[in-house]
């Protein structure tokens, strides 16, 4: 079974300023996929950002980075020089690999970005 | 040019009615599924149907029923609605091989029921 926490229901930056989500999981498996997805006014879910575990080298997306730390079960999503249009609620989410299907998320992390 | 697409993208209706959401995919996926997002945006997926073989089924009222006529399409008929199925509902689909844990989703029915 996998659970993923998001512990900060709320978060707010200033334009332009960097801004940092954290995301915990519990997996016992050693393969497995990590995501943050974003779910702007619109409803759309959007894939942000994905790492595989088994890759050391931190997933990077233009401004969007993750700080996969492994053995600590940490997956953070570092957005740089925020804008308005990140403003949004994110979500972090992880699905195990060899054919597992099931996506399972955190709660989200509601995100406004302040002009 | 919509990858997945739903239908209807708003849906009223009273306690008690059946209804269904229609969702179609392009992307040439097999495997598509069926998540609900409650009032406090928590998503959770109901079903996965990979080749229109039902390979996830969650824990929901068997009110909820899944139908897929092709590995294009999937859809969710509901009978008997209740206030608590109140919700957004999303499809995704997924494709075959190494990229399998990609999910692109549609752009959600807001269900009501009054």
């Known amino acids: 079974a996998q659970t993923v926490t998001q512990s900060q229901p709320e978060m707010s930056v200033q334009e332009a300023e960097t801004v940092t989500l954290s995301c915990t999981y519990d997996?016992?498996?050693?393969?497995?996929?990590l995501f943050w997805y974003k779910q702007p006014p619109s409803r759309q879910m959007i894939l942000v950002i994905r790492?595989?575990?088994?890759?050391?080298q931190n997933a990077t997306e233009n401004r969007f980075s993750v700080n996969f730390q492994k053995a600590a079960k940490s997956f953070s999503l570092k957005i740089s020089d925020s804008q308005l249009g990140d403003t949004a609620m994110y979500f972090c989410?992880?699905?195990?690999?060899?054919?597992?299907?099931?996506?399972?998320f955190g709660k989200g992390t509601k995100l406004s970005v302040i002009p | 040019d919509t990858a997945v697409s739903q239908t209807p993208k708003y849906l009223v209706t009273q306690m008690g009615n059946d209804k269904s959401i229609k969702c179609e995919q392009n992307?040439?996926?097999?495997?598509m599924y069926w998540y609900k997002q409650d009032s406090k945006k928590f998503l959770k997926i109901m079903f996965s149907?990979?080749?229109?073989?039902?390979?996830i089924n969650e824990t929901v009222p068997n009110r909820f029923s899944p139908k897929s006529p092709d590995k294009a399409h999937l859809n969710l008929h509901i009978n008997s609605l209740e206030l608590g199925d109140s919700a957004v509902y999303f499809c995704?689909?997924?494709?075959?091989?190494?990229?399998?844990?990609?999910?692109?989703f549609g752009p959600g029915t807001r269900l009501t029921v009054t």
């Open positions: 995704a689909s997924s494709p075959q091989g190494a990229r399998f844990y990609e999910q692109y």
């Open positions: 997996t016992s498996e050693s393969n497995y996929y």
């Open positions: 790492q595989e575990a088994y890759k050391q």
């Open positions: 989410a992880s699905v195990l690999g060899a054919g597992s299907y099931q996506l399972t």
């Open positions: 992307l040439g996926h097999d495997t």
């Open positions: 149907y990979n080749n229109k073989e039902l390979i």
